[in-house]
C-alpha cells in the first residue's frame, strides 16, 4: 500500500540555516495495517506525516503510493468548515453512500449534532467530526496527526476505541503519529520509533493483538523496549 524511503529532508531556518529534520526513513505498510509514529517532540513526525500525504515534496528520496488509493488526513486542528454545518462538512468530503456515512456518524456518536456548527461543538466533539470527514472519504490510506491531542485522558480513551472499529470495519491502512507510549500501544499493529531531530528510525516494533484488551504485563514489555530503543539512541 505504501512504502516510504526518505533520505534526507531539511528546512530552512528563519536564520537562512539548513537544518535536517529527517534522515535515513525507510518503511512500508500492508493494506489494513495500523502504525503509530512515536517519537519526542520536533522529531519530524508531522513533516514524514506531511510529505506522505503530499503537501510537501520538497525531500530527496522516494514515497511509493498504491495507484488509485484515496487519502484521508485528520490534521492536530479539527480544520472544519466554520460556515457548514457538521452534516455539510460531511457531505462536501463524502465518497461513500449514505448508508455507509449514517454508520460512521452512528459509530462516533454525531447522530444528535448534524445540524450544529463547529462554532457550537466542543474540541473532542469537533475532533470526531474531522475524523468521520477523513472515513467519508472512504480512504485507503488514513494519515492522523496527534488526533487525541489535549483531550481529557477519559475521552480520548474513548475516541481511541471508536478509531480503532472504524479502521477495523473499513480496512483502511493507517498511519498515526503520536508522541504517547501508551496511545501508541492501544492503536497500532506495529510501532516506529523514531530519533529526536533528525528523526531517523529506531526501531519496529510489533504490537500483539487484540491491542484494546493487552495484558498491563504485554504493555510494561513494550514500553520497556521503547525506553531501552530511546536511551540507547541518547
Known sequence: MLEVSIARK??????GETRVVLQDIAFSLARGEVCALLGPSGCGKTTLLR???G???DYEGRIGLAPARKLAMVFQEPRLLPWRSVAENLRLAGAVPGKALDDIVAALGLEAHLDHYPGELSLGLARRVAIARAFAVAPDLLLLDEPFVSLEAALAQ???GELVGLVGQRKA???????DV??????ADRILVLSAAPGRILGDLVVPTPRLAMTPACAARL???IVALTQGSA
Open 223 to 225: 514500553e520497556a523496549d
Open 173 to 179: 491502512t493507517t498511519l498515526i503519529v503520536t508522541h
Open 51 to 53: 510529505l506522505i500525504a
Open 55 to 57: 503537501l510537501d515534496r
Open 182 to 187: 501508551g496511545e501508541a500501544i492501544s492503536l
Open 10 to 15: 531539511t528546512l530552512r531556518t528563519a536564520a
Open 158 to 160: 474513548r475516541l481511541r
